[in-house]
C-alpha cells in the first residue's frame, strides 16, 4: 500500500515574543524559551495512510425515523423490492449523513429519502431545510427527492413538507406497493444495484 506522509511542526509551548530588556524571572524564562525553538523547531514525519475511495457509489435509500421499529419494517419492506437503504435516527442526522454522502470518499449515494416529520434533535421538515440548503452549498446539480412518511394527515403539515422542498406526502402505515411506486417514482434507479 502507497504510504502518504505529512510534514509536522513541532512548536515549544511558549509563543514567540518579543521580550523587554527587564531582568525579571519571567524574562528569563521567556528568553530560555526562545533559544529553544530555534534548538528543536525541527519536522518530524508522520506516516499516513491513503483513505479509501470507493470506485463507485452504492446508491441508497436514507430511511429516516426515530422509532426503531417504524424503521426496521420500512427497511424489511424496501429489501424485499431488492433496495438497499441505510438509516437516521433523526433529522440532524439524516442531514449530516446527506452532508457526508457529497464526499467523494463516502461509498453511499443518496438517491432517495423517507423523512418522519416528529423527530426529537432536528425534525423531518428542518432536516429538509437544511438537506436543501447543503444541496445549494455543495453546488449539486440534482436534489435528491425527499417524501415524507408521517402519521399525521393536516394540510398544514402538508403545507410545511412542501414549502421545505419535499415531493411527496406519504401516511402510515406504508404498504409495499406505495412504497414501490414511491421508489418507481422518484428513485427508479436504485433498484437492484448489487448491495
Do not use: W
Amino acid at each position: 500500500m502507497k504510504q502518504v506522509v505529512d510534514k509536522v511542526s513541532v512548536t515549544p509551548a511558549m509563543p514567540n515574543v518579543k521580550i523587554p530588556d527587564g531582568e525579571g524571572e519571567v524574562s528569563k524564562k521567556m528568553k530560555h524559551n526562545e533559544n529553544l525553538k530555534s534548538e528543536q523547531c525541527e519536522t518530524t514525519s508522520i506516516p499516513k495512510s491513503d483513505p479509501v475511495i470507493p470506485k463507485e457509489k452504492h446508491r441508497v435509500v436514507l430511511v429516516t425515523d426515530d422509532a426503531f421499529y417504524n424503521r426496521m419494517v420500512m427497511k424489511e419492506m424496501l429489501k424485499k423490492l431488492n433496495v438497499a437503504t441505510i438509516e437516521a435516527n433523526n433529522g440532524l442526522e439524516a442531514a449530516n449523513i446527506v452532508e457526508k454522502s457529497f464526499s467523494k470518499d463516502f461509498m453511499y449515494e443518496i438517491t432517495l429519502i423517507f423523512m418522519d416529520l416528529n423527530m426529537p434533535v432536528m425534525n423531518g421538515v428542518d432536516s429538509t431545510i437544511k438537506i436543501r440548503q447543503l444541496e445549494k452549498d455543495y453546488e449539486r446539480k440534482e436534489r435528491i427527492p425527499i417524501v415524507a412518511v408521517t402519521a399525521h394527515d393536516s394540510t398544514k403539515d402538508k403545507m410545511s413538507c412542501f414549502q421545505a422542498g419535499m415531493q411527496e406526502y406519504q401516511l402510515k402505515p406504508v404498504t409495499s406497493k406505495q412504497l414501490e411506486n414511491l421508489i418507481k417514482t422518484h428513485g427508479a434507479n436504485i433498484i437492484n444495484n448489487g448491495i
